[in-house]
């Protein structure tokens, strides 16, 4: 079967630090990946999305980026984060644009 | 007028509740219907799944999709305490869109 690894669960970082994410899947090739943010009031906001390996398409303009190294492996960074980028981040995953998606368990940032 | 609009709540039912959820969306382009559940600081957790309009069922669940009102629902019969949690609605055009597009969700707290 398959499944979504996310990490860590909860991250306290400084404004200005950079950022690394990681989110892996297991038992499938080939999947689209996604990455969204979800802050309180205002629902899941699309990031990234990637339907192979470095192949990014960027849904917002902001100081954050995504990469994919591997074909299940997806990454979301930052170099200087911001008050603004607290939320919490979720990984996701699809067998491809017609199916529902399959979340990790999510990561809470907070920058102080 | 938003995309998907999903009426935020917090809905309080008692235990056994008959619960209906509901979302109102504007583009008529939309196929897929989607509903997900949230538990408190957990990634969402697909429920149901739909292509166009019609009913489906699973166990206590039922979706209903209205595309000439641009209407979907959630039933959940027999309400536990587990059902409390978030729902989340979502939606796609499909096809080469990938997009899917998210209500900003509903609380449900069942009171046992």
């Known amino acids: 079967s398959q499944t979504i690894h996310q990490w860590p669960a909860t991250l306290v970082q400084p404004v200005g630090s950079p950022l690394s994410l990681e989110c892996t899947v297991e038992g499938t090739s080939n999947p689209n990946l996604y990455w969204y943010r979800q802050a309180a009031g205002r629902g899941l906001q699309l990031l990234f999305y990637s339907v192979g390996i470095g192949q990014i398409s960027s849904e917002v303009p902001q100081n954050l980026s995504a990469s994919r190294p591997q074909d299940r492996q997806f990454i979301l960074s930052s170099k200087k984060l911001l008050l603004s980028d607290s939320g919490f981040y979720l990984c996701?995953?699809?067998?491809?644009?017609?199916?529902?998606?399959?979340f990790g368990s999510g990561t809470r940032l907070t920058v102080v | 007028q938003k995309e998907v609009e999903q009426d935020p709540g917090p809905l309080s039912v008692p235990e056994g509740a008959i619960v209906s959820l509901n979302c109102t969306y504007s583009n008529s382009a939309f196929q897929y219907f989607m509903w997900y559940r949230q538990y408190s600081r957990k990634g969402p957790e697909l429920l149901m799944y739909t292509y166009s309009s019609g009913n489906k069922e699973d166990g206590r669940f039922t979706a209903q999709v209205d595309k000439s009102s641009k209407y979907i629902s959630l039933f959940i019969r027999d309400s536990q305490p587990s059902d409390s949690a978030t729902y989340l609605c979502?939606?796609?055009?499909?096809?080469?869109?990938?997009?899917?597009?998210f209500g900003k969700g509903t609380l449900l707290t069942v009171n046992p």
């Open positions: 979502a939606m796609s055009e499909g096809g080469s869109n990938y997009k899917l597009t």
């Open positions: 996701a995953w699809s067998p491809g644009f017609n199916y529902g998606y399959t």
